[in-house]
């Protein structure tokens, strides 16, 4: 599960999740970006606190944004080390193929637990020509497993697949040692991640949803309700009500009439 602040980690946690992602995602949902690449490293460790102060027993892990771990093997790590020192988190994930073998072997080998991503990659979606299903020709299919494969050597915990057709994250899965973890790759990966506010419909309406989303509960409706009664109640003045004032003793009361 993800989670981008203190109540949504608090809550993933105690809702029993084994992993939470404070993903870069959160520029959406957190932020009110348009899309993930205008995240920093310094917009996602402040959220990574947060995160990690709500969470007690889950395995955190933080999302490397975009141009905090391409330029250099050397810049990943460092990046890395901030992710866990100032981020409080236990591992960080990273998006691409086989091009970042050379980086992740880098950061296992300090001993920070690396999650890959393949498939749809967000911070790629320019050249990906958009949000788009990745693996559907045989080729391109191949070319993940091949991806899939050089993560596992790199030292990848596990990898996460997105927007992958449901037999090739299936196939993909069978193959490899590590446990895969699938958003919009079908259920035969080893695990699923959803974004926390799309599954718990803590959104307003407009935002584009991808096919995959099972939303379990309708927070943000549930929410206006709740404002919307408030309002009401203070205009008609049912709140607050006597239980929620503090009393005063009427000698006291007197006196200060007086
Ligand atoms: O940023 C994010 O939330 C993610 C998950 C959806 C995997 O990368
Ligand atoms: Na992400």
Do not use: W
């Not at 959160?26 to 102060?53: E, F, P, Y």
């Not at 072997?105 to 890959?116: A, D, E, K, M, N």
């Not at 994250?169 to 040692?177: G, N, S, Y």
């Not at 096919?211 to 379990?216: C, E, G, I, S």
């Amino acid at each position: 599960m993800t989670a981008h602040d203190f109540p949504s980690g608090l809550v993933a946690d105690e809702g029993g999740m084994d992993m939470i992602l404070v993903g870069d995602s959160l520029a959406m949902v957190a932020l009110g970006m348009k899309d993930t690449n205008q995240v920093k490293l310094d917009d996602i460790l402040h959220h990574c606190r947060a995160v990690s102060r709500g969470v007690r027993s889950a395995f955190t892990i933080g999302d490397l944004p975009m141009g905090s771990y391409e330029v250099s093997p050397e810049h990943a790590v460092s990046s890395s080390i901030r992710m866990i020192q100032d981020g409080r988190v236990e591992a960080v994930k990273l998006e691409g193929g086989i091009e970042l073998a050379p980086t992740i072997s880098r950061i296992t080998s300090i001993g920070i637990p690396v999650l890959g991503h393949i498939g749809l990659t967000p911070q790629r979606s320019h050249s990906l020509g958009g949000f788009r299903v990745q693996g559907r020709t045989a080729a391109s299919a191949s070319k993940l497993f091949t991806d899939a494969l050089a993560l596992q050597n790199a030292g990848c915990f596990s990898l996460v697949l997105e927007a992958v057709p449901a037999p090739v994250a299936e196939l993909i899965t069978e193959k490899l040692r590590i446990p895969t973890i699938g958003i919009g790759a079908g259920n035969g990966c080893s695990g699923q991640v959803l974004v926390q506010i799309d599954m718990l419909g803590n959104f307003p309406e407009g935002r584009f949803m991808p096919k995959f989303v099972k939303q379990y509960a309708n927070v943000f409706e549930e929410s206006k309700k709740a404002m919307k009664q408030y309002r009401e109640d203070v205009r008609s003045r049912a709140y607050p009500a006597k239980e929620h004032t503090y009393p005063i003793s009427p000698e006291e009361l007197k006196e200060f009439e007086e």
